[in-house]
């Protein structure tokens, strides 16, 4: 009995000196804090939110009076669901993806006057605006033609509402609209109105392409029988030329006998004397005795 007594007795003399050493502990384990990468640290004390934030990495503290929040400025991702009117008056449905960022110097700013859930609060509504603002500039068929443009303008104006409170938009994109069933027959219908059009306007190409073919083939043919014809004719001329030619040559020789006496002329010799022709050719024929 008395020992056990005295055990107990032992143990209260340690009991102080547990609670002395857990209580450093936990003094100890609360004059750090360790801020993970992507993120920044918000000092609080006693509530108050301080201006400068810690940095990624292992930092002291005051233990009980200060807390460090948190505040993550790696870039995330919203997917939306805005709904707008074309400057048509067409019901538009728009999936939207947002990347975003909360900037560095931003994180106490944005803790103190929004909070965690400044996603829900500033992002989502601006987005949601932004996009029936822009829309309204254009008509749905326009939306969709110049999807990218749109997307850009979008951006800017986004940009341009969240920047205030400490929030960097990276990056936008229009993933799909989508329109009424009105609207949708009808872009099919003027589409298949275009095929149909650049089908017909494609045909009488062709037609006009085949029309001038066979007009050229035409006008070579016509130019070969052309030239065919005038080598011809000049042949006949030639022809016709040499038979004239021939005929009055005929002609004359014709009139020059048929004129003719049978008499040959008398010429003059180189000493003045006059030889008759006729008288020499008779006695060239006479035979010799």
């Given at each position: 009995?008395s020992?056990?007594?005295?055990s107990s ?13 857990v209580v450093?502990a ?32 292992f930092h002291?503290?005051?233990?009980f009076?200060?807390e460090v929040?948190?505040?993550?400025n790696k ?14 008056l067409?019901?538009?449905?728009s ?11 931003s ?6 006057n929004v909070?965690y859930?400044?996603?829900?609060i500033i992002l989502?509504p ?17 939306l969709?033609?110049m999807?990218?443009?749109?997307g ?19 990056d ?29 306007k494609?045909e ?6 085949i029309a001038?073919?066979?007009?050229q083939?035409?006008?070579i ?15 006949n ?7 004239a ?23 003059q ?9 006729g008288?020499?050719l008779?006695?060239a ?5």
């Amino acid at each position: 009995m008395s020992v056990t007594y005295a055990s107990s007795s032992k143990l209260k003399k340690f009991i102080p000196l547990i609670v002395l050493v857990v209580v450093l502990a936990i003094v100890a384990i609360d004059c750090f804090v360790v801020v993970p990468a992507g993120h920044t640290g918000v000092v609080v004390n006693l509530g108050e939110v301080r201006e400068n934030v810690l940095q990624e990495g292992f930092h002291f503290k005051v233990p009980f009076i200060q807390e460090v929040i948190n505040i993550s400025n790696k870039i995330q991702k919203e997917e939306v669901v805005a709904d707008a009117v074309s400057k048509d008056l067409q019901q538009i449905s728009s999936s939207i993806a947002v990347n975003y960022r909360v900037g560095l110097s931003s994180s106490a700013q944005i803790y103190k006057n929004v909070g965690y859930d400044y996603a829900e609060i500033i992002l989502l509504p601006a987005v949601q605006e932004s996009m029936k603002a822009i829309s309204a500039k254009y008509t749905a068929e326009e939306l969709i033609t110049m999807r990218s443009q749109i997307g850009t303008e979008i951006k800017t104006t986004l940009d341009e509402k969240v920047k205030g409170y400490g929030i960097v938009i990276e990056d936008f994109n229009i993933v799909n609209f989508a329109f009424s069933e009105e609207f949708n027959a009808a872009i099919e219908a003027k589409q298949v109105a275009e095929q149909n059009l650049i089908k017909t306007k494609t045909e009488q190409e062709q037609a006009i392409v085949i029309a001038e073919a066979e007009a050229q083939k035409k006008v070579i043919a016509a130019e070969a029988e052309a030239t065919a014809i005038l080598a011809e004719a000049e042949a006949n001329a030639k022809a016709n030329k040499v038979i004239a030619e021939s005929i009055q040559n005929s002609l004359l020789e014709y009139l020059k006998l048929d004129k003719w006496d049978g008499k040959l002329p008398l010429v003059q010799g180189a000493d003045g004397t006059i030889i008759d022709l006729g008288s020499l050719l008779e006695e060239a024929q006479t035979p010799a005795e």
